[in-house]
Every structure is written in C-alpha cells, then in structure tokens.
C-alpha cells in the first residue's frame, strides 16, 4: 500500500467513525429529549391538577413549580364525600317537619276525687324541627261539674325515628271551674305532660297515649291533677 492509499483509508476511516459518532449521539439526543419532554409533560399535568385543586378549595396561594410533588386526590376520601352528600339529603326527606298540627282527641282527667271524661284539642305550629308553638284547649265533665282551660306554650319534639315521636310541652293560660250548683270561677292553668305520637301517614298522626300534670289555681286553692288522653293528629304542609 502506497502512501496515497494509506491517506484515503485513513480518511475513510475517520469519516465512519465520525458518521457512526454522530447517529449514536443523534439517538441518544433524540431519546433524551423525548424523556425531558415526558418528565416535563408530567409535571406540567400536576402543576395543572394542583392549581386546579388550590381554585377549587378557593385558597389564594402562587402557582407550584415543577418540583412539587404530585398530589392526587384520596379515592376514599372521594367516596366518603359522595356518602354524605347522598345520604344527608335522604335523612332530611325521611323527617320531613309538618308546618302546623291540628290534633283533637278524648281526655280523662281525675280532679278532687271525681273521675272526669272530656275532650282535647290542640294547635301547634312548628318553628324547626324540634320546636313548636301550641295552644291548648280542654273540656272535661262529671255529675253537673266542668273544667275547662286555655293554656298556650312551648312543644318539643324528639324527630329520632320515622315513624315514633315523642313529645313534650309546657304550657300556661286559664282555668275554668263550674261548681254543680252552677257557679263558675277562674284562675291559673299549668299544663305539663308529654306523649307518644305515630305516623300513619304523610298526613295523619296518632297519638298513642298522653299524660299531663294539670296544675289549676282557683279560688285560692292549688290542685295538681292527672290527666291522661289519646288522638289523631292532621299535619298541614311540610318543610
């Protein structure tokens, strides 16, 4: 081999080295590259999902950089947030509040050693779900003699159970006595007592059973009487 054709082998083989040099660095440009824009792509999308979070919870904070961590949300916390959201709105519907009761219903009332049968009537208009306004209207009869009082007060209610309420109130107003020989006085009325009621109906209510201390000051005098009674309820409206 002469020496021209040893400078032509030399740059031959100079040139092969420098194309294989340069497809090699090529490949490994392109593929880093291609990684770089994954890798950035990736965090962009949390960045996106992080600053979409931040807006959603209406927190005022700057936009994150590319190296914060990524924060995805809680599958659980997700399913327990979709719990309450379903299951609140159907506890509210199963104890729908009637916006007033009108109730009428048989009393007895044992007063001073006379056993007294009689009748019952009672408005109530509810303020919430365990409050009401009520006003309370009694007639109760033996041998000549009558009671009668207007009382007017709080009414509490227990909203625990669909179908079982029960009931408490206090109330206050007038009494009313007539003798059997016609003679008829006034005084103080206190009505304390409580029930049980049960939902028939969207409509209809049934007092199982209703029990109140009937406290009456009249002509001086202050008794303490039981009185115990049951009725039916009509529900008016509901909120």
């Not at 009082?149 to 408490?168: A, M, Y």
Request: aromatic share 10%; charged share 20%; glycine share 12%.
């Amino acid at each position: 081999m002469n020496g021209s054709e040893v400078g032509l082998h030399s740059e031959f083989n100079g040139r092969c080295s420098l194309t294989c040099s340069l497809s090699v660095f090529g490949t490994k440009r392109s593929q880093t590259g291609e990684s770089m824009n994954r890798s950035v792509s990736s965090q962009v999308s949390v960045g996106i999902s992080f600053f979409l979070d931040m807006m959603h919870s209406r927190r005022t904070s700057r936009v994150p950089t590319i190296g914060m961590p990524r924060v995805m949300p809680n599958p659980r916390l997700l399913l327990i947030v979709f719990a309450l959201c379903t299951v609140r709105p159907a506890w509210s519907q199963e104890h729908e509040v009637p916006q007033a009761e009108i109730m009428g219903g048989y009393s007895y009332l044992h007063s001073s050693d006379t056993n007294f049968n009689g009748w019952k009537a009672t408005l109530v208009g509810n303020v919430n779900a365990w409050l009401g306004i009520a006003a309370d209207f009694d007639g109760d009869y033996a041998a000549g003699r009558s009671e009668h009082s207007v009382t007017f007060g709080p009414h509490f209610v227990l909203r625990k159970n669909k179908r079982w309420t029960p009931v408490g109130y206090a109330l206050f107003g007038v009494a009313f006595e007539k003798s059997e020989f016609g003679e008829t006085e006034h005084g103080f009325a206190t009505e304390l007592g409580g029930g049980l009621d049960y939902e028939a109906s969207r409509r209809w209510t049934v007092r199982v059973f209703d029990v109140t201390a009937s406290i009456s000051h009249v002509g001086g005098e202050t008794h303490t009487s039981p009185k115990v009674g049951v009725g039916l309820i009509f529900n008016i409206g509901h909120k």
